[in-house]
């Protein structure tokens, strides 16, 4: 069965709008590699600062791939896997934007039951 990745970015509120900004320029960055079946950015809606970035895989062993290779230049210079999506990309002249999330952790689960809606 699959595996799941959620990061977890602590993300104050005056840079949300950075943070969704920043994966909403990021798309197509991880869709087309091998192994990979779905992302949600999940904003959060009751009084806390965390998001969490939701990512299905096939395997541990296409994400690591993934990691290894594309994540690894989506992420550098973040602190935790994932986080970089929320650092943004150099700029000209090569200094990073500020960081939109002040922290980040990588929980990691194995799908052991799933259901979809009924079909008639």
Known sequence: MSIVKINVLTVPEEQRET???RFAAR????EGSDGFE????LRPVEGTDTYL???RWRSEEDFQAWMSGRGQAAHAGASGA??????????EGGERPK??????TLWSFEVVQQAG???D
């Open 19 to 21: 943070l969704e900004k």
């Open 53 to 55: 970035v939701y990512t």
């Open 27 to 30: 798309a197509g960055a991880v």
């Open 99 to 104: 960081p939109a999330a002040t922290g980040a």
């Open 38 to 41: 779905w992302f949600e950015l």
């Open 117 to 119: 809606p009924k079909q």
């Open 82 to 91: 994932g986080a970089g999506s929320a650092q943004g990309h150099a700029a």
